[in-house]
C-alpha cells in the first residue's frame, strides 16, 4: 500500500479532513435539527479515513463518543492519538506500515481489532482488551509461535486471524494455536472443529496444564484484590474508608518515636489497649452510620431522577400528542395550498397555516413552562431533603469525633499521671536498675517530658481533626455537586427543548413558505 502512495504527500488528521469526514457520514435529506446535530462531533459515532494517505493519527479527541473507525490502507506507523476515543467497538488499521502494537490502553470496549498487513513482529501491549472478540493480525512479521500465548489472556477472543505470518508455516501451528487458545471459534477463516481442538489438547497437555495451574492462581488473587478495592471504593463513596478497624488508632501513633518508649512504663501498656478498644469501637460505631447514610442519599437521588424521567415521560408523550395533531391538519392545508385555485384562496390557506403554526408554539411552549415549573419544584424539594441528608450527617459525625477527642483527652491525662509518677521515681532514685538508658533520658527533668507527651498529644488531635474535616468537606462537596448537578441539568433540558422548540417551528415556516402557489391559468 505504501508503494501506491508512493508519489502522494503523506498526511495527518487535521480539523478540515475531520470536518470532512464528518460531513460525508451526514446524510443530505436531514432535516436542520438533525442535520445540525449529526455535525457535532460529540454524537459522531462511526467515521471513515480509507486510503487518505495518512501517516500520523491526531485531532481525534473531540470524538469521544465514538464506536468506530476505519484507518485502513493508510501509511502510519504508530498507533497513537486514541487515548480519549474510549468508547470505541470497532477499530481497523489494517494495509498500513504499524511495527509495535501500542497504544491501546485506554480502548478497553474494543471488540473487532484489524492490524492485517502491516510489519508487526510481536503481539503485546493488549492487557486491557479484556472484551476483544475478533482479533485479525494476519500477514505481518510474527515469527515467534510461542508469542499467541499471550493471547490467553484475552477471555472473550473467539475469532482469530493469522494467517500469513512466517510462523505459519512450522508443523502442527494449528495445534499449537488451537491447545493454547481453547476459547477460539475460528481460526485463519476456518472454524475449529471438536476433533481439532481434542487433538491439540492431546497433543500439549504437558505445556497447557501448567499454564492453567499458574492462571488458576493468577485469578484467584485478581479476584480477591477487585472485591477488596471494591469494598474500599464503596466505602470511599459512603466517606468511611478505613474506619472499620484501627487504622484511625495505628495512625495516631504512627512515627511518634518517644511516645512509644513510654508504652515500656507500668501501667501503659494496659492503658494503650483500653484506649484502642474503645477507640476502636467508636470508629466502628462511625463506619457503620456513615454506609447506612449513604444508602440513604443513594435511595434519596435515585428516587428524584425516576420522578424527574417520569415528569418527562408524560411531556413527551404530550408533546408527541400536539405535534401528531397539528401535522394531520398541517399536511392537509398544504395540500389545499398547492391546489388552491386562485391568489385569494391560496393566500387565505397561507394565512391559515402560519396561523396553525403559531398556535402550534404557543401551545408546546406552554406546555414547556409548565414542565419546567413542575420540575423546579420538584428540585427544591430534592435540595431541601439533600440539606436536610448533609446537615444530619454533619451533626452525628461531629459527635462521634468528639467522643475520639475525649478519648484522646482521657488516655492524655492518664498517661501524663503515669509519667509524673514515674518522674517522682527518678528523682527519688527509685527506679530498677535495669530501666532502660533511652527511656531514662526522657525523664532528666519535668519540661522535657511533659513537652514530650503534649507534643505527641497535639498530633493525635490534630489527625482526628482532619480525619473529621475530611468527611465533613466531603458530605459538604456532594451536597453541593449533586444539587448542582440536577439543578444545571434541568437548565441545559429547558433550554435543548426551547432551541428544538423553535428550529422545527422554523422548519415548518420554510415548508410553508416553499409550497408552491400556482399561477392562475388564462
Same mark, same amino acid.
Given at each position: 500500500?505504501?508503494?501506491?502512495?508512493?508519489?502522494?504527500?503523506?498526511?495527518?488528521?487535521?480539523?478540515?479532513?475531520?470536518?470532512?469526514?464528518?460531513?460525508?457520514?451526514?446524510?443530505?435529506?436531514?432535516?436542520?435539527?438533525?442535520?445540525?446535530?449529526?455535525?457535532?462531533?460529540?454524537?459522531?459515532?462511526?467515521?471513515?479515513?480509507?486510503?487518505?494517505?495518512?501517516?500520523?493519527?491526531?485531532?481525534?479527541?473531540?470524538?469521544?463518543?465514538?464506536?468506530?473507525?476505519?484507518?485502513?490502507?493508510?501509511?502510519?506507523?504508530?498507533?497513537?492519538?486514541?487515548?480519549?476515543?474510549?468508547?470505541?467497538?470497532?477499530?481497523?488499521?489494517?494495509?498500513?506500515?504499524?511495527?509495535?502494537?501500542?497504544?491501546?490502553?485506554?480502548? +478497553?470496549?474494543?471488540?473487532?481489532?484489524?492490524?492485517?498487513?502491516?510489519?508487526?513482529?510481536?503481539?503485546?501491549?493488549?492487557?486491557?482488551?479484556?472484551?476483544?472478540?475478533?482479533?485479525?493480525?494476519?500477514?505481518?512479521?510474527?515469527?515467534?509461535?510461542?508469542?499467541?500465548?499471550?493471547?490467553?489472556?484475552?477471555?472473550?477472543?473467539?475469532?482469530?486471524?493469522?494467517?500469513?505470518?512466517?510462523?505459519?508455516?512450522?508443523?502442527?501451528?494449528?495445534?499449537?494455536?488451537?491447545?493454547?487458545?481453547?476459547?477460539?471459534?475460528?481460526?485463519?477463516?476456518?472454524?475449529?472443529?471438536?476433533?481439532?481442538?481434542?487433538?491439540?489438547?492431546?497433543?500439549?497437555?504437558?505445556?497447557?496444564?501448567?499454564?492453567?495451574?499458574?492462571?488458576?492462581?493468577?485469578?484467584?488473587?485478581?479476584?480477591?484484590?477487585?472485591?477488596?478495592?471494591?469494598?474500599?471504593?464503596?466505602?470511599?463513596?459512603?466517606?468511611?474508608?478505613?474506619?472499620?478497624?484501627?487504622?484511625?488508632?495505628?495512625?495516631?501513633?504512627?512515627?511518634?518515636?518517644?511516645?512509644?518508649?513510654?508504652?515500656?512504663?507500668?501501667?501503659?501498656?494496659?492503658?494503650?489497649?483500653?484506649?484502642?478498644?474503645?477507640?476502636?469501637?467508636?470508629?466502628?460505631?462511625?463506619?457503620?452510620?456513615?454506609?447506612?447514610?449513604?444508602?440513604?442519599?443513594?435511595?434519596? +437521588?435515585?428516587?428524584?431522577?425516576?420522578?424527574?424521567?417520569?415528569?418527562?415521560?408524560?411531556?413527551?408523550?404530550?408533546?408527541?400528542?400536539?405535534?401528531?395533531?397539528?401535522?394531520?391538519?398541517?399536511?392537509?392545508?398544504?395540500?389545499?395550498?398547492?391546489?388552491?385555485?386562485?391568489?385569494?384562496?391560496?393566500?387565505?390557506?397561507?394565512?391559515?397555516?402560519?396561523?396553525?403554526?403559531?398556535?402550534?408554539?404557543?401551545?408546546?411552549?406552554?406546555?414547556?413552562?409548565?414542565?419546567?415549573?413542575?420540575?423546579?419544584?420538584?428540585?427544591?424539594?430534592?435540595?431541601?431533603?439533600?440539606?436536610?441528608?448533609?446537615?444530619?450527617?454533619?451533626?452525628?459525625?461531629?459527635?462521634?469525633?468528639?467522643?475520639?477527642?475525649?478519648?484522646?483527652?482521657?488516655?492524655?491525662?492518664?498517661?501524663?499521671?503515669?509519667?509524673?509518677?514515674?518522674?517522682?521515681?527518678?528523682?527519688?532514685?527509685?527506679?530498677?536498675?535495669?530501666?532502660?538508658?533511652?527511656?531514662?533520658?526522657?525523664?532528666?527533668?519535668?519540661?522535657?517530658?511533659?513537652?514530650?507527651?503534649? +507534643?505527641?498529644?497535639?498530633?493525635?488531635?490534630?489527625?482526628?481533626?482532619?480525619?473529621?474535616?475530611?468527611?465533613?468537606?466531603?458530605?459538604?462537596?456532594?451536597?453541593?455537586?449533586?444539587?448542582?448537578?440536577?439543578?444545571?441539568?434541568?437548565?441545559?433540558?429547558?433550554?435543548?427543548?426551547?432551541?428544538?422548540?423553535?428550529?422545527?417551528?422554523?422548519?415548518?415556516?420554510?415548508?410553508?413558505?416553499?409550497?408552491?402557489?400556482?399561477?392562475?391559468?388564462?
Amino acid at each position: 500500500m505504501s508503494q501506491f502512495f508512493n508519489t502522494i504527500e503523506p498526511q495527518i488528521i487535521d480539523d478540515e479532513m475531520l470536518q470532512k469526514a464528518i460531513e460525508e457520514k451526514c446524510p443530505e435529506d436531514l432535516g436542520d435539527i438533525a442535520r445540525e446535530e449529526s455535525l457535532n462531533v460529540k454524537v459522531v459515532t462511526e467515521l471513515q479515513f480509507s486510503f487518505k494517505n495518512i501517516l500520523r493519527i491526531d485531532n481525534l479527541w473531540p470524538l469521544e463518543n465514538l464506536t468506530k473507525l476505519q484507518l485502513d490502507n493508510n501509511v502510519i506507523e504508530k498507533i497513537e492519538g486514541l487515548e480519549s476515543l474510549v468508547h470505541l467497538v470497532w477499530l481497523d488499521l489494517s494495509f498500513n506500515n504499524i511495527e509495535v502494537i501500542e497504544g491501546l490502553d485506554t480502548l +478497553v470496549k474494543l471488540q473487532d481489532l484489524s492490524l492485517y498487513s502491516n510489519r508487526i513482529s510481536k503481539i503485546e501491549h493488549m492487557d486491557t482488551l479484556q472484551e476483544l472478540q475478533i482479533f485479525s493480525i494476519g500477514k505481518n512479521n510474527l515469527t515467534i509461535l510461542e508469542d499467541v500465548i499471550y493471547l490467553r489472556r484475552l477471555k472473550s477472543l473467539q475469532t482469530l486471524n493469522l494467517s500469513g505470518n512466517p510462523f505459519c508455516s512450522e508443523e502442527h501451528y494449528r495445534l499449537f494455536v488451537v491447545a493454547h487458545l481453547p476459547s477460539l471459534v475460528y481460526l485463519d477463516f476456518k472454524l475449529v472443529r471438536n476433533s481439532t481442538r481434542e487433538a491439540a489438547a492431546l497433543k500439549y497437555q504437558d505445556l497447557t496444564k501448567p499454564l492453567e495451574q499458574e492462571e488458576a492462581q493468577v485469578l484467584a488473587l485478581q479476584e480477591a484484590e477487585d472485591a477488596k478495592q471494591k469494598k474500599l471504593e464503596y466505602d470511599q463513596a459512603a466517606f468511611v474508608e478505613y474506619l472499620n478497624g484501627s487504622f484511625l488508632f495505628d495512625s495516631l501513633h504512627a512515627e511518634d518515636r518517644e511516645a512509644a518508649k513510654l508504652a515500656s512504663l507500668p501501667g501503659v501498656g494496659d492503658l494503650l489497649q483500653a484506649y484502642k478498644k474503645e477507640f476502636v469501637l467508636v470508629c466502628g460505631n462511625l463506619y457503620n452510620y456513615g454506609l447506612e447514610e449513604y444508602e440513604k442519599r443513594e435511595a434519596e +437521588v435515585s428516587k428524584f431522577y425516576k420522578r424527574l424521567h417520569e415528569i418527562m415521560a408524560v411531556n413527551q408523550q404530550e408533546s408527541k400528542r400536539i405535534i401528531s395533531d397539528f401535522e394531520s391538519q398541517n399536511q392537509k392545508r398544504l395540500d389545499e395550498l398547492s391546489q388552491a385555485g386562485s391568489g385569494e384562496v391560496a393566500e387565505s390557506k397561507q394565512a391559515q397555516g402560519k396561523e396553525g403554526i403559531n398556535q402550534l408554539l404557543d401551545a408546546l411552549l406552554t406546555l414547556e413552562a409548565l414542565v419546567s415549573n413542575d420540575l423546579e419544584e420538584l428540585l427544591q424539594d430534592f435540595k431541601r431533603s439533600i440539606d436536610v441528608l448533609a446537615s444530619t450527617f454533619t451533626e452525628n459525625i461531629q459527635g462521634m469525633f468528639n467522643q475520639c477527642h475525649d478519648l484522646e483527652n482521657q488516655h492524655h491525662k492518664k498517661l501524663m499521671e503515669i509519667a509524673m509518677a514515674t518522674l517522682r521515681k527518678v528523682e527519688h532514685y527509685e527506679l530498677e536498675e535495669d530501666f532502660p538508658a533511652d527511656l531514662r533520658r526522657l525523664f532528666k527533668d519535668k519540661n522535657t517530658i511533659v513537652n514530650i507527651l503534649n +507534643v505527641s498529644h497535639s498530633i493525635r488531635l490534630r489527625k482526628i481533626d482532619k480525619r473529621e474535616s475530611d468527611m465533613l468537606c466531603n458530605i459538604y462537596q456532594w451536597q453541593i455537586s449533586v444539587t448542582g448537578k440536577a439543578f444545571q441539568t434541568e437548565s441545559d433540558r429547558n433550554r435543548a427543548c426551547i432551541k428544538k422548540i423553535i428550529c422545527f417551528i422554523n422548519t415548518l415556516q420554510k415548508e410553508l413558505e416553499s409550497t408552491m402557489i400556482p399561477e392562475p391559468t388564462e
